[in-house]
C-alpha cells in the first residue's frame, strides 16, 4: 500500500528520522495558515508548496514550487491544488491533486554548501535479505544514476538474523563521503531509518532526496512508503492512511469483492483461480494470438457472487472482447463453479462478449455439460489449448 509524503514523514518521525517539517493543506487558505505556522516555528518566510499524490517526479511536471511570502503561498496552492499533474510515474492521463504539503525551507545559508544523497531499504528477493541502496548523487531519477553511472551506486546487504550492525551504518557514511557532525548524524539517520523499516513491515521506504543541510544536519526531504499489504492487519492505524481516491477504482471495487485484479492493455478478460494459473492462462492467451485484458484471481472458492463480481469489474473495461474463465476443481467442484457462472450471467443480463468457460477437476465433466446445455452465449472447453484456440476464434 502506497502512502502520501507527509504520510510517511510522520511515521519516520516516530523512529527518531529528521524530516522536513510541513503541514498538509487541502485549501490554498489552509496553506496560507500553515505557512504561518511554519513560519513562527522555523522563523523562515520561505516555504515549498509540494503537491501529494502516489507518484514520483512531481517536480518535473510542475507539483513542486517554493514561495517566498504569504500571498506567494496562496498563489502557489491555487496553482497545484486541483491540477491533473503529469510525471514520468503517472502516465499521460496524470493524476489530480488534492491537497499539498507546505513544507519548510531546508536549503538555508551557511558555512558550508549542503549536498543531497539517494537512499532505500527494499528487499533483495534474489538474496533474500534486506538491503539499503544509497548514492551520493540525490534529487536525481536513480534510474539515470544507474544508467550512466552506476558506480556511483552502493548497495549493503543487511542478515536478517542480526538486522543492521553499527559498522555497515558506518562503512555508509563513509562511503558519502562524509566526515565529523555530517558522519555522525548520517549513522544516526541511516540507523533509525532502516529500525523504521523493519518494524512497521513495509516493502520499500525511499528518500530522495536525503538532505545535508550547511549545518551538517541530516534530515528526509522526501520519502516514498509502500507497505506490506499482507502484514497490514498488524498496523490497523498505518491501514487508516490509505488513500483510495489515489488507486485504481476498478482494482478498490475487487478488493472489496476479495478479488485480485489488475488492470492490463489486451483485449481478453481472464477469470481464474490461483496466481498460478492466471500467469499460465495469459501466457496460452498472448501464445494463441490475444492479449490478456487483466489478471483476476477469484481465489479458492469460486461461486456466483464472485463470479458476478470478476464479470462486472472485467465488463466495465471497453478493450474487453472476450471473457476466458479458466477454473481448476480441486478445493471447489467444477460444476458448481458453472452453475455459478450460469446464475451470474443470467441475473447480470445481456452480456456483450463471447465467454469462454474451461473448467478441469473435480466434476469437470459434468460441469461442461451444464454450459452446453445452459443455452447461453457461453461456450465450454476441458483442456486449456482448446480453450486458447476458441477465444482466438471468437475475437
Same mark, same amino acid.
Given at each position: 500500500?502506497?502512502?502520501?509524503?507527509?504520510?510517511?514523514?510522520?511515521?519516520?518521525?516516530?523512529?527518531?528520522?529528521?524530516?522536513?517539517? !510541513?503541514?498538509?493543506?487541502?485549501?490554498?487558505?489552509?496553506?496560507?495558515?500553515?505557512?504561518?505556522?511554519?513560519?513562527?516555528?522555523?522563523?523562515?518566510?520561505?516555504?515549498?508548496?509540494?503537491?501529494?499524490?502516489?507518484?514520483?517526479?512531481?517536480?518535473?511536471?510542475? !507539483?513542486?514550487?517554493?514561495?517566498?511570502?504569504?500571498?506567494?503561498?496562496?498563489?502557489?496552492?491555487?496553482?497545484?491544488?486541483?491540477?491533473?499533474?503529469?510525471? $514520468?510515474?503517472?502516465?499521460?492521463? !496524470?493524476?489530480?491533486?488534492?491537497?499539498?504539503?507546505?513544507?519548510?525551507?531546508?536549503?538555508?545559508?551557511?558555512?558550508?554548501?549542503?549536498?543531497?544523497?539517494?537512499?532505500?531499504?527494499?528487499?533483495?528477493?534474489?538474496?533474500?535479505?534486506?538491503?539499503?541502496?544509497?548514492?551520493?548523487?540525490?534529487?536525481?531519477?536513480?534510474?539515470?544514476?544507474?544508467?550512466?553511472? $552506476?558506480?556511483?551506486?552502493?548497495?549493503?546487504?543487511?542478515?536478517?538474523?542480526?538486522?543492521?550492525?553499527?559498522?555497515?551504518?558506518?562503512?555508509?557514511?563513509?562511503?558519502?563521503?562524509?566526515?565529523?557532525?555530517?558522519?555522525?548524524?548520517?549513522?544516526?539517520?541511516?540507523?533509525?531509518?532502516?529500525?523504521?523499516?523493519?518494524?512497521?513491515?513495509?516493502?520499500?521506504?525511499?528518500?530522495? $532526496?536525503?538532505?545535508?543541510?550547511?549545518?551538517?544536519?541530516?534530515?528526509?526531504?522526501?520519502?516514498?512508503?509502500?507497505?506490506?499489504?499482507?502484514?497490514?492487519?498488524?498496523?490497523?492505524?498505518?491501514?487508516?492512511?490509505?488513500?483510495?481516491?489515489?488507486?485504481?477504482?476498478?482494482?478498490?471495487?475487487?478488493?472489496?469483492?476479495?478479488?485480485?485484479?489488475?488492470?492490463?492493455?489486451?483485449?481478453?478478460?481472464?477469470?481464474?483461480?490461483?496466481?498460478?494459473?492466471?500467469?499460465?492462462?495469459?501466457?496460452?492467451?498472448?501464445?494463441?494470438?490475444?492479449?490478456?485484458?487483466?489478471?483476476?484471481?477469484?481465489?479458492?472458492?469460486?461461486?456466483?457472487?464472485?463470479?458476478?463480481?470478476?464479470?462486472?469489474?472485467?465488463?466495465?473495461?471497453?478493450?474487453?472482447?472476450?471473457?476466458?474463465?479458466?477454473?481448476?476443481?480441486?478445493?471447489?467442484?467444477?460444476?458448481?463453479?458453472?452453475?455459478?457462472?450460469?446464475?451470474?450471467?443470467?441475473?447480470?443480463?445481456?452480456?456483450?462478449? $463471447?465467454?469462454?468457460?474451461?473448467?478441469?477437476?473435480?466434476?469437470?465433466?459434468?460441469?461442461?455439460?451444464?454450459?452446453?446445455?445452459?443455452?447461453?452465449?457461453?461456450?465450454?472447453?476441458?483442456?486449456?489449448?482448446?480453450?486458447?484456440?476458441?477465444?482466438?476464434?471468437?475475437?
Amino acid at each position: 500500500m502506497n502512502i502520501h509524503e507527509y504520510q510517511g514523514k510522520a511515521i519516520l518521525k516516530t523512529f527518531g528520522v529528521r524530516v522536513q517539517e !510541513g503541514i498538509v493543506a487541502d485549501t490554498p487558505e489552509q496553506a496560507v495558515e500553515a505557512a504561518k505556522k511554519l513560519k513562527t516555528d522555523y522563523n523562515s518566510d520561505w516555504v515549498v508548496i509540494k503537491a501529494q499524490i502516489h507518484a514520483g517526479g512531481r517536480g518535473k511536471g510542475g !507539483g513542486v514550487k517554493l514561495a517566498k511570502n504569504l500571498a506567494e503561498v496562496k498563489e502557489r496552492s491555487e496553482q497545484i491544488i486541483g491540477m491533473q499533474l503529469i510525471t $514520468p510515474q503517472t502516465g499521460p492521463e !496524470g493524476k489530480k491533486v488534492s491537497k499539498v504539503l507546505v513544507a519548510q525551507d531546508v536549503y538555508y545559508p551557511g558555512a558550508s554548501e549542503a549536498k543531497e544523497f539517494y537512499m532505500s531499504v527494499l528487499l533483495d528477493r534474489a538474496k533474500g535479505c534486506n538491503i539499503i541502496m544509497y548514492s551520493t548523487e540525490g534529487g536525481m531519477d536513480i534510474e539515470e544514476v544507474a544508467e550512466h553511472t $552506476p558506480h556511483l551506486i552502493f548497495k549493503e546487504q543487511i542478515d536478517p538474523k542480526v538486522g543492521l550492525q553499527a559498522f555497515q551504518a558506518r562503512k555508509i557514511a563513509f562511503n558519502l563521503g562524509l566526515s565529523g557532525e555530517a558522519f555522525k548524524e548520517m549513522t544516526k539517520f541511516v540507523s533509525a531509518l532502516y529500525k523504521a523499516y523493519d518494524a512497521t513491515d513495509s516493502s520499500m521506504f525511499e528518500i530522495n $532526496p536525503v538532505l545535508k543541510t550547511s549545518d551538517n544536519k541530516i534530515l528526509a526531504v522526501d520519502a516514498k512508503v509502500n507497505l506490506d499489504d499482507n502484514a497490514l492487519f498488524r498496523h490497523p492505524d498505518y491501514a487508516a492512511m490509505r488513500d483510495v481516491s489515489e488507486e485504481d477504482p476498478t482494482e478498490v471495487e475487487a478488493g472489496k469483492s476479495n478479488l485480485n485484479y489488475v488492470k492490463l492493455d489486451g483485449n481478453v478478460g481472464c477469470m481464474v483461480n490461483g496466481a498460478g494459473l492466471a500467469m499460465a492462462t495469459m501466457d496460452i492467451i498472448k501464445i494463441a494470438g490475444g492479449e490478456p485484458a487483466n489478471f483476476l484471481d477469484v481465489g479458492g472458492t469460486a461461486n456466483a457472487e464472485t463470479v458476478k463480481a470478476g464479470f462486472n469489474i472485467i465488463l466495465q473495461d471497453p478493450n474487453v472482447r472476450a471473457i476466458l474463465i479458466n477454473i481448476f476443481g480441486g478445493i471447489v467442484r467444477c460444476d458448481r463453479v458453472a452453475q455459478g457462472v450460469i446464475d451470474a450471467y443470467k441475473e447480470i443480463g445481456n452480456i456483450p462478449v $463471447p465467454i469462454i468457460v474451461r473448467l478441469q477437476g473435480t466434476n469437470a465433466v459434468e460441469a461442461k455439460k451444464l454450459i452446453d446445455d445452459s443455452g447461453l452465449k457461453v461456450y465450454s472447453a476441458i483442456q486449456l489449448k482448446e480453450a486458447a484456440a476458441l477465444v482466438t476464434e471468437l475475437l
